[in-house]
Nanobody, 114 residues
Framework: QVQLLESGGGLVQPGESLRLSCVASGGTSSNFGMNWFRKAPGKGREFVAAITSNGDSTVVADSVKGRFTIARDNANANNTVYLQMSSVKPEDTAVYYC?????WGQGTQVTVSS
């Protein structure tokens, strides 16, 4: 069974950058795509970005296109997916979740505020 552990969240000012990480352990974690979702206060869960199992294709939501990128490192047994967030905005404030193989991480809080 795959386990996901996110990290890297925190408080940042508008316009700054932040990188989230998600380590996948257990199962055959290199065989599946990985995704980032987010949930802002009072809103439903929103898709943010996805990457294929070998990292050769990515998709990002229109709301973050041009500001966020997704990447992964399959070099180790525990694969890691990253969400590089740039030029963040207050509306990016949310709990960010990693998703893969039907499993979810516990989430990491990102707060964008001056």
């Amino acid at each position: 069974q795959v386990q996901l552990l996110e990290s890297g969240g925190g408080l940042v000012q508008p316009g700054e950058s932040l990188r989230l990480s998600c380590v996948a352990s257990g199962g055959t974690s290199s065989n599946f795509g990985m995704n980032w979702f987010r949930k802002a206060p009072g809103k439903g869960r929103e898709f943010v970005a996805a990457i294929t199992s070998n990292g050769d294709s990515t998709v990002v939501a229109d709301s973050v296109k041009g500001r966020f990128t997704i990447a992964r490192d399959n070099a180790n047994a525990n694969n890691t997916v990253y969400l590089q967030m740039s030029s963040v905005k207050p509306e990016d404030t949310a709990v960010y979740y990693c998703n893969a193989s039907g499993m979810w991480g516990q989430g990491t809080q990102v707060t964008v505020s001056s």
